[in-house]
């Protein structure tokens, strides 16, 4: 196997899963989870015991285009929990935007400097949603608006203001892709992330694949030789071509990889059994 050094847009996600997942496999790494560095409710310090919880013993911090400042290594041990730094960082793909995942990062001043670009757009860009929102609705917004700032933060400030909306029909109906307050954010071309990325991370993977208009298309990306994962397990909302992924992993000598997309404390939804953990594990270059 090859190894090479989002906003959430208000998607439902089975939170029904047990930790088993669908097919009775035991998940031991959840290698995709959100902190407050994001868009995530968790803190850094609070993921040991959310993953103690869950009985999963590594977990991979991938925050939106943004390093966690508390991360200074592409691996460490927080209260018995081994915590990989990770990112999810957007690109355009041409068609559609697509999300790679960056696993075992390790800074660079290249990466740094993107990171802080698309930093800027999105505070400059969450405050013309919120202005619109405002305007629309005839509400004030209790937005931060600061570094990591996304769509959820406005969704969750709508949720508890006097709109009538909560958070997904914030989504549905004010902010989402097509709604009237949304507004567009800066994101690299794909041969540019995939490329900073690449120079920065022990492994790049492609985020959930059915999560585009076009998997077949998304899959292709990982014919790209700085691809080296695809996001194997993931809870979506509905039933998936698993053997579609399944296939670009032998076509493309992928390993396989898999995470919650937790944004909240609960992990382990999806992820990686010991045996595929081992393989992670042996591709990474940590």
């Known amino acids: 196997m090859r190894a090479w050094a989002g906003d959430r847009r208000g998607v439902a996600f089975r939170n029904d899963l047990p930790r088993s997942g669908r097919a009775g496999r035991m998940v031991v790494a959840d290698l995709h989870v959100h902190t407050t560095n994001s868009d995530g409710s968790m803190a850094l310090g609070d ?16 925050d939106h285009d943004r390093l966690h400042p508390d991360l200074a290594t592409p691996v460490v041990h927080l209260d018995g929990t081994t915590v990989l730094h990770g990112i999810e960082l957007r690109v355009d793909a041409g068609p559609f935007r697509a999300d790679l995942l960056g696993y075992g990062v390790r800074r660079t001043d290249a990466l740094a400097a993107e990171v802080e670009r698309l930093q800027a757009n999105r505070i400059e860009r969450a405050g013309a949603i919120v202005e619109c929102v405002e305007d629309r609705l005839g509400v004030d917004l209790d937005v931060d608006l600061a ?19 909560d958070y997904e029909e914030a989504f549905a109906e004010l902010i989402g892709d097509d709604g009237p307050c949304y507004v567009a954010r800066e994101v690299p071309e794909f041969e540019r992330g995939a490329a900073l990325l690449s120079e920065a991370c022990g492994l790049v993977g492609l985020a959930h694949p059915f999560r585009y208009p076009d998997p077949v298309a998304a899959l292709d990306l990982c014919s790209d030789p700085r691809i080296g994962a695809v996001e194997r397990w993931y809870p979506y909302d509905r039933a998936v071509d698993d053997a579609a992924v399944d296939r670009a992993v032998d076509r493309y000598d992928l390993v396989p990889t898999g995470g919650s997309d937790a944004h909240d404390d609960r992990l382990g939804r999806a992820g990686l059994d010991r045996s595929a953990y081992r393989a992670f594990r042996a591709a990474v270059a940590l």
């Not at 993921?47 to 991938?62: H, K, N, Q, S, Y």
């Not at 769509?151 to 909306?165: F, M, N």
């Open 47 to 62: 993921v040991p015991a959310a993953a103690d919880r869950a009985g999963v013993e590594a977990v991979c911090i991938t």
């Open 147 to 165: 570094a990591g700032v996304g769509r959820p933060h406005v969704a969750r400030a709508v949720e508890r203001s006097d709109a009538p909306q």
